[in-house]
């Protein structure tokens, strides 16, 4: 049992002397977990914490979610050519993304945030619009929390510090749980953020980038902003020709260019 002192002290010196090529082992571990999401990447970084420590845990958790995150960015790009229509259903998804002046904080709330999906965004960060070592940065910095209070839990674990342990086990679990909960909600509060600040004079652009996978999937789908109101409005196939027998509404809601007023 690692709680008797001589124990603990027999399994160090046995991690130490499996010496690198333990961490490498647990450093393959986490980037296979990176590419295969469904695994929940906590047992990774408990298992890293209790072998290496806190602060070790932390560095093969990270080193390994970068060249995970870098091996499954390469491998996008090369498929993508085949296969962009499914990346591009995924990103309908999460069309705020497309926002370059608030992706940065956006992606960072997500990984920051415990519950919110986060390993699909690796598969989707080549169609982003953010460089992938910004994404990286940021990302990265966002998970320190999570990991940290893994490996610092296994670490007390094993030095049997278990009071903790439970402690910091029992907010991190608390913070998931709300995540999870409210995981839709934040997601529909971040793609109801509409910028309007990219707009072109000519008030004929979209809203944001986000919404270009719209005009990709709904061929003579337009959209623009009256300069005059800020009003959105929509044309296209897809848009009503009028109220049924009500020709006062009709004219109400829909110019004679065939506009509708949103």
Known sequence: SLKDETNRLKFENYVDSIGIKGVLLVLLIQILQV????????????????????WGGLGICLLGN??????????????AKKRLSTFQDKLKQYS?????????LYLFLIYLIPGLPKD?????????????LIFILVTSIARIPS????TYSSHSIFNSNYTMAIIVFIIFTIF??????????VCIILGSEIETSEINDDGKTLLNEGTIF?????????????????????RGPSIMKGYHNQPELTAAAIDEDGWFHT
């Open 35 to 54: 590419f295969i999401a469904f695994i929940p990447g906590e047992i990774v970084e408990l298992l890293s914490g209790f072998l290496y420590g806190t």
């Open 66 to 79: 970068f060249i995970g995150s870098f091996l499954i960015y390469c491998l996008v790009r090369f498929l």
């Open 96 to 104: 705020f993304l497309n926002n370059k002046k608030k992706i940065a």
């Open 120 to 132: 699909i965004f690796t598969y989707l960060a080549p169609f982003l619009p953010i460089n992938f």
């Open 147 to 150: 990991i940290v209070s893994s």
């Open 176 to 185: 998931a749980i709300v995540g999870i909960i409210y995981k839709d909600k």
């Open 214 to 234: 719209i005009k990709e999937s709904y061929p003579g789908f337009e959209g623009k902003i009256d300069p005059e109101t800020g009003e959105l409005l929509l």
